[in-house]
């Protein structure tokens, strides 16, 4: 009986000194976990309840990411993220303050500050991404483009595809008295801008607006007119509109729906051109300077996340949940994995389609707004010419690298990104060539990138 007591004592013993230890781990552990959460919690948070819009689109991904990952949290922030019907109500929402920020189109905040539509002064610190868009066209107009395409030894179309291709079929359109119609996003969209370069890059004019035309239907040979993202393919398919350009996953779900043909993506029209952005209104952001960098700091983290390509299988199975962008996972990966399928079955390599962090992604770049002037003022939507200057200064009110560079200053402290991933820079790109017409854009000379094109305003050179 004493053998048998002492061997309970014994094991006894064992377990409370086992337990201790556990304990001491698990002390260990919170302590760890809390100096680590200590160490991206050190701003004091003026608001940490936000609510976030976005549209349903692939590119929304870092805002996703950032809230399923705990990236916001980390940084002491409780976020809602909440989808939107079109792009004026994301305009509108964050202009009259129902939301915090949210997922916009590039051209929004620029044209919000520089005189077309709505008017307001909002401000971007995070770039969401580069490339991502495509242009689509029913398969009826597809098969008339298709003799028209250059092909490679084994009878495929050679890519890139330009718009000389669906000329002749415009100029068809036009001899039996019908309309050519496609589709766009929103006027100030980077996708108007992308479907009218390549379209005048063949010659073909895609109009021209005025204060008295906000259509933008002026001298068009093509009439673009705006369908919010998600409806893309169902206008396509109705006959509405005979092709369209939108970002992913639309472009894919016309493939896997059988209603259409991707035949050139935005990579293939200006290589790595800047796409969404993250905005906020410039009144938030002075009140609650550090919420704008903890915000920045997790979509600069979640950006990261999605550039590892090992992460992507994941980002496809989140954006896929129904709260955000709700398509299946197998239309988000035909893109999100490093493929694009343009005809059914032509599947090609696109590593570069949807970049959201590397070539320096997330930084706001003056360069990349003042191609968005450009293109507002060679189309009319600045109505009037203007002085190099005015391009510089006023895209310096609303892209805010400052922003950017405190939150990745942070994390670079934290050892959540490496130092030599914060470019050397005075805001602007090199000059670059990479169109699909091979004209060089120089966003220190504004002016003469105008005069260059054969189509649109011409402004007289200083």
């Known amino acids: 009986m004493k053998t048998l007591l002492s061997k309970w004592t014994w094991i006894f013993s064992l377990a409370i000194l086992l337990s201790a230890c556990g304990e001491e781990k698990k002390t260990e552990a919170k302590e760890t976990e809390s100096t680590s959460t200590a160490k991206t919690t050190s701003l004091e948070i003026e608001k940490p309840q936000l609510t976030f819009g976005f549209i349903k689109l692939t590119d929304m991904a870092p805002l996703a990411i950032a809230k399923e990952k705990g990236f916001f949290e980390d940084e002491g922030l409780f976020v809602s993220v909440e989808a939107q019907s079109n792009w004026k109500n994301v305009l509108d929402r964050v202009i009259d303050g129902q939301l915090d920020g949210s997922h916009m189109l590039a051209g929004q905040p620029i044209a919000a500050g520089a005189g077309f539509g709505r008017q307001a002064k909002l401000v971007t610190p995070f770039s969401m991404d580069l490339n991502g868009n495509g242009i689509t066209v029913s398969n009826d107009v597809w098969s008339k483009m298709k003799p028209n395409v250059p092909k490679d030894s084994d009878g495929k179309p050679i890519h890139p595809i330009k718009a000389e291709a669906l000329k002749p079929v415009i100029e068809q359109y036009k001899t039996d008295g019908k309309a050519f119609k496609m589709g766009m996003v929103f006027p100030v969209s980077t996708h108007n801008y992308e479907i009218r370069y390549w379209l005048a890059a063949a010659g073909i004019h895609p109009g021209m607006y005025t204060a008295d035309n906000v259509q933008g239907q002026i001298d068009a040979e093509v009439l673009l007119s705006v369908t919010p993202p998600p409806q893309m393919p169902a206008t396509l398919e109705a ?218 305003n011409k402004d007289k050179v200083e």
């Open 239 to 456: 006959g509405t509109i005979y092709g369209y350009c939108v970002g992913e996953p639309w472009n894919q779900q016309a493939v896997f729906k059988g209603i259409g043909v991707p035949v050139v993506t935005n990579y293939d029209i200006w290589k790595n051109n800047p796409e969404k952005v993250f905005v906020m209104t410039e009144k938030f952001v002075e009140e609650n300077p550090n919420t704008a960098v903890a915000v920045t700091k997790a979509l600069i983290r979640a950006g990261k996340w999605l550039d590892e390509p090992s992460n992507r299988a994941e980002a496809v199975k989140i954006l896929s949940m129904s709260q955000y962008v709700g398509a299946d996972e197998a239309v988000l990966a035909n893109s999100m994995t490093g493929t694009f399928e343009f005809e059914k079955g032509d599947k090609r390599e696109m590593p570069d389609f949807n970049v959201f962090y590397k070539y320096n992604a997330t930084y706001p770049f003056y360069s990349d707004g003042i191609w968005f002037l450009t293109q507002m003022r060679r189309w009319g939507q600045i109505p009037e010419a203007k002085s190099a200057d005015w391009y510089a200064n006023t895209i310096k009110d609303i892209y805010r690298p400052d922003i950017w560079k405190k939150a990745a200053t942070l994390l670079v402290e934290e050892g959540n990104i490496p130092a030599t991933d914060i470019p050397e820079t005075d805001g602007y790109k090199p000059a670059t060539s990479d169109f699909i017409d091979g004209t060089t854009y120089d966003a220190k000379d504004p002016i003469s990138y105008i005069n260059s094109f054969k189509i649109g």
